[in-house]
């Protein structure tokens, strides 16, 4: 399969330790408004392979070592496009809408209300009090 040719199965037939631990980093996504000229970018100066499926809200090329899948990429402009282009690294958590109602207890933001992503799991982005943002992700069992 070429690198631009779409695929619609779960990106992620197996987890690795980071997405089942709670608090550790699981994945990171590059949402921006080119994404073509970022993921030559990224496969030019970084050697990342890519792999692009239809995750039902359009395309999301995921980057890969080898076969293992390490970040993803997506358009911004159909769900943000006012939104600066931007990398948000998630945190593994078990409980995406705990963690949400949390946020708000302790003086953050829900920027990005809890929502399922099928075949993954349920994800959210955040804002603390100081304005940094991160997004936090339950992952379904067995995927990741």
């Not at 199965?9 to 980093?25: A, C, I, L, V, Y």
């Not at 590059?30 to 039902?56: N, P």
């Not at 993803?72 to 402009?77: A, I, V």
Request: hydrophobic fraction near 35%; include cysteine; charge should be negative.
């Amino acid at each position: 399969m070429s690198n631009r040719e779409m695929r619609s199965e779960p990106w992620g037939r197996s987890m690795n330790e980071s997405m089942k631990t709670h608090g550790d980093f699981g994945w990171r996504d590059l949402m921006t408004d080119d994404v073509d000229r970022a993921r030559q970018f990224y496969t030019d100066v970084i050697g990342w392979s890519t792999e692009v499926m239809d995750v039902g809200k359009g395309p999301y090329t995921v980057f890969k070592i080898g076969d293992r899948p390490v970040a993803g990429l997506m358009d911004k402009s159909p769900t943000a496009p006012e939104a600066p282009t931007a990398w948000t690294s998630y945190v593994t958590v078990d409980d995406v809408d705990a963690c949400a109602t949390r946020t708000a207890i302790a003086g953050g933001v829900v920027i990005v209300d809890p929502v399922d992503i099928p075949t993954v799991g349920r994800m959210a982005v955040i804002q603390d009090p100081t304005g940094g943002c991160i997004g936090i992700i339950t992952y379904t069992d067995g995927s990741g």
